[in-house]
């Protein structure tokens, strides 16, 4: 069981979410579990797998580039007892390979873990084949999918346990790039469909994932220099989402969701979802990536176009709080 | 076992259901195209106990073309992994048998039909798993010759001969006809032995509706992967339906039904 200190936080950071889980996550199940098999699509170097490659030969496949069969592959794996996780960039996974999620991890409920790895912009200037806006709306609408978006490198270890345990398939949506920012310094449970509380303010509720919890934190600093308190959750747990904590924004003059994901059909989605039909809700402000494909950018300028930076963001919130 | 009698009950079983489910219709054709493909494995050539049908060291059959239930139910019927009231419930509001069958080994059913080209890669899943486990078992997968139309048969084939797995065979359904008509002029295959050849496997082509060659075929073993080219005829069996592209998905009317069930009797 990992244990978040302030010392391997660090490191996780450094190594970014993708190295996290491949450069440790991975090999404490291998080392764990002799049933653990790790998958991927011409995408081990990148995503640190040399050191499980060393250690666990036999329980590592690099299919080639060949998401779809990567997917049927570990379904017919997973069918026979061991237990899978499929990985590559989570554009190709999860859009490429949709059909293939739908129909072994929904239909069939074959329980693969499959880590959709630099979603979101973080891909700068690779451009936006290799951006992901669009995977939450993809994966949250296919039956039997738990997803998971981990707030940073030390969480999404943490996460990964989780999913291993977790009952049937799970979608771990990694976004950010190495360095990411730090959010949990100590150690922190996690459960499924629980969202967790970073901080605690009276004006403003915000509902970030991923990356964007550490935006969002930043922002409510913000806020809080101009008198306008935010409470702020890792909603990490996107499917199932946690209604309570949702429904706990009647309490508040603004509701704030926050990804880097398309406003429509993610996070923001989930949040709505939960929200229509109630009475006494407050305005619902959808932060995320516009619905378009943007021009060249650097991960940070991408950030920027779409208004996801802690400053523009707390902008944002301050019009919307005081309309 | 008298392949030639089996396959003969089941084609007369495919036809009576095909009668029974009415007005929804079912996948005539190619039900009938793979009955002796069903009948050589059901009677011959796959190892498994209906008593215990999770056993590890079972042959694993993955039906990938998976609109060919009428054949596929009746073979499990026979061999009791099905009754006959599962085979009646057949396109009947709340039952378990669609028009493509569903995973479940209680059923002897391992892999849910309906979207081509998945079979194949789970197939290769599943063989490479057997490896893993040092199981002495074998893995077929059932497609269809349309069904290579998927790009993804050719990714689960390239995979197949990469991981030397000589446990995996692929048996295609040759029955040259496809939803929109001929093959060769939907999307021609062109020469599909030497495409698996090509592809790293050892490639027999038979008569799909002779038992004994299907037998002789399917039992060979080679040091890499396998693939049987079933020579077929859609609708075999019954003289308005052979090579009549119609017949993929119809209705057949009671009249209909008496007629190929004569025809089929007297063979």
Known sequence: MFE??????????????????????????????????????????????????????????????????????????????????????????????????????????????????????????????????????????????????????????????????AEGAVYMRLTGNLNCPMVYKDDVSFEIGKANLLKEGHDVVIFAVGTMVSTALKAATLLEGKGIGATVYDLFSVKPVDREAILSAKQYRLAVTVEEHNKMGGLGAAVAEVMTGQTGMPKLLRCGIHDRFDTAGDYEGLLAQNKLTPELLAEDITSAVNK | MDLKQFAKELRLSALKMACDCGKNGSHVGSGLSSIEIMATLYGDVLKYDVNHPADENRDRLVVSKGHCVLAYYSALNKVGFLSDEDIASFETNGSHFHGHAMRNLKHGIEFSGGSLGMGMSFAVGLALSCK??????????????????????????????????????????RNKLQYDGPTELVMNPLDLAKKFEAFGFDVQVADGHDCNALSKALKKMADKPMCVIADTVKGKGVSFMEGVKEWHHHTLSQEEYEQAVKEVANV
Request: aromatic content about 8%.
């Open chain 2, 132 to 173: 893993k486990k040092g199981l002495s078992c074998r893995v077929f997968a059932l497609v269809g010759d349309g069904e290579c139309d998927e790009g993804l048969i050719w990714e689960a084939a390239m995979s197949a001969a990469h991981y030397q797995l000589d446990n995996f065979m692929v048996i295609v359904d």
């Open chain 1, 4 to 165: 978040i200190t302030r010392i391997n936080a660090r490191s996780c950071s450094l190594l970014g979410q993708r190295g996290a889980i491949f450069g440790l996550a991975a090999l404490e199940a291998a080392r764990e579990d002799e049933k653990f098999v790790l998958l991927t699509a011409d995408l081990a170097t990148l995503s640190g797998m040399t050191k499980y490659i060393d250690r666990y030969p036999d329980r590592f496949h690099n299919v080639g580039i060949a998401e779809q069969n990567m997917i049927g592959i570990a379904a017919g794996l997973a069918a026979e007892g061991f237990h899978p996780c499929a990985t590559t960039y989570a554009t190709f996974i999860t859009m490429r390979s949709c059909e293939q999620i739908r129909h072994f991890c929904g239909y069939m409920k074959e329980k693969i873990i499959v880590v959709g790895s630099g979603a979101g912009l973080s891909q700068g200037f690779a451009g936006n084949t290799h951006y992901t806006m669009e995977d939450l709306a993809v994966m949250r609408s296919i039956p039997n999918m738990t997803i998971m978006s981990p707030a940073d490198g030390a969480s999404a270890v943490k996460q990964f346990e989780l999913a291993r345990t």
